[in-house]
């Protein structure tokens, strides 16, 4: 079998890094390029009270300056909440509105409150240091189980607790009673429970790209960070 898993699969890069001439995303060095810096929350739940850009938009080589309230201004709405999933009780899945940068509220750390973009990585990173936010910390909860007691400080402010969802499977009755019936029964007695890692299915591929107007150079720089001859990629470029 030519593909599949477990298959031994041809290195394309070694050639290149070896000789000291591999490419990688800090070493694209193209005329005009802009880059980005973030301000993250240093908060994991607080009211943004104000996010103040005009130190940082006065900056040299800053070209933008964005935040939450810019966005939400524009007409920018919030990420569609999770659909197809219910509540306990039958209603929808009920979670805080989340925006593409926050607004009003911060809800975890490292949450972006603005972005800066620059001629350069250190004027971006210059100017967001500048970014003067205010921040009136509140309640938080650190833990699944610490955020499903009780008194836990509420996201959502729909619901009455920290649940998303919840879904059940199966036949809880009969359950019971093969339990009821078996010969041995094996039980786990943890006061933390038992822990689940999480599970993400969207891996985060180790792949950049370099928007540029001129085909041949973009073309080019990512046909070299893969090891391959420029020519044997093909670039679509839409207006």
Same mark, same amino acid.
């Given at each position: 079998?030519?593909?599949?898993?477990? +298959?031994?699969?041809?290195?394309?890069?070694d050639?290149?890094?070896?000789?000291?001439?591999?490419?990688?995303?800090d070493d694209?060095?193209?005329?005009?390029?802009? &880059?980005i810096?973030?301000?993250?929350?240093?908060y994991? &739940?607080a009211?943004l009270?104000?996010?103040?850009?005009?130190? =940082?938009?006065?900056?040299?080589?800053?070209?933008?300056?964005?935040?939450? =309230?810019?966005?939400?201004?524009?007409?920018?709405?919030?990420l569609?909440?999770?659909?197809g999933?219910?509540? =306990?009780?039958?209603?929808?899945?009920?979670?805080?509105?989340?925006?593409?940068?926050?607004?009003?509220?911060?809800?975890?750390?490292?949450?972006?409150?603005?972005?800066?973009?620059?001629?350069?990585?250190?004027?971006?990173?210059?100017?967001?240091?500048?970014v003067?936010?205010?921040?009136?910390e509140?309640?938080?909860?650190?833990?699944? &189980?610490?955020?499903?007691?009780?008194?836990?400080?509420?996201?959502?402010?729909?619901?009455?607790?920290?649940?998303v =969802?919840?879904?059940?499977?199966?036949?809880?009755?009969?359950? +019971?009673?093969?339990f009821?019936?078996?010969? &041995?029964?094996?039980?786990?007695?943890?006061?933390g429970?038992?822990?689940q890692p999480?599970?993400?299915?969207?891996?985060?591929?180790?792949?950049w790209?370099?928007?540029?107007?001129?085909?041949?150079?973009?073309?080019?720089?990512?046909?070299?960070?893969?090891?391959?001859?420029?020519?044997?990629?093909?670039?679509?470029?839409?207006?």
């Amino acid at each position: 079998m030519r593909f599949g898993s477990g +298959q031994a699969v041809k290195r394309l890069e070694d050639d290149l890094l070896l000789k000291g001439q591999g490419l990688f995303t800090d070493d694209a060095d193209v005329q005009g390029v802009q &880059h980005i810096w973030f301000v993250r929350s240093v908060y994991p &739940h607080a009211v943004l009270k104000s996010v103040d850009v005009a130190a =940082a938009r006065a900056m040299p080589g800053v070209s933008l300056v964005v935040t939450g =309230a810019d966005l939400a201004q524009a007409g920018i709405k919030a990420l569609p909440k999770p659909a197809g999933f219910k509540r =306990a009780d039958g209603s929808p899945a009920a979670s805080p509105p989340r925006y593409l940068m926050a607004h009003e509220r911060v809800r975890f750390v490292g949450e972006v409150v603005a972005v800066v973009v620059a001629d350069s990585v250190e004027n971006a990173r210059n100017a967001a240091e500048a970014v003067m936010v205010d921040y009136d910390e509140l309640p938080n909860a650190t833990g699944v &189980h610490a955020a499903l007691a009780k008194d836990a400080p509420l996201l959502c402010d729909d619901v009455p607790d920290n649940i998303v =969802a919840e879904t059940r499977y199966g036949d809880a009755q009969a359950a +019971q009673q093969a339990f009821a019936g078996a010969a &041995h029964v094996v039980g786990v007695q943890s006061h933390g429970g038992v822990r689940q890692p999480r599970q993400p299915h969207a891996q985060a591929e180790s792949d950049w790209c370099l928007p540029c107007s001129r085909p041949q150079i973009g073309r080019g720089l990512g046909s070299g960070a893969r090891g391959r001859g420029q020519g044997r990629d093909r670039q679509v470029l839409e207006a």
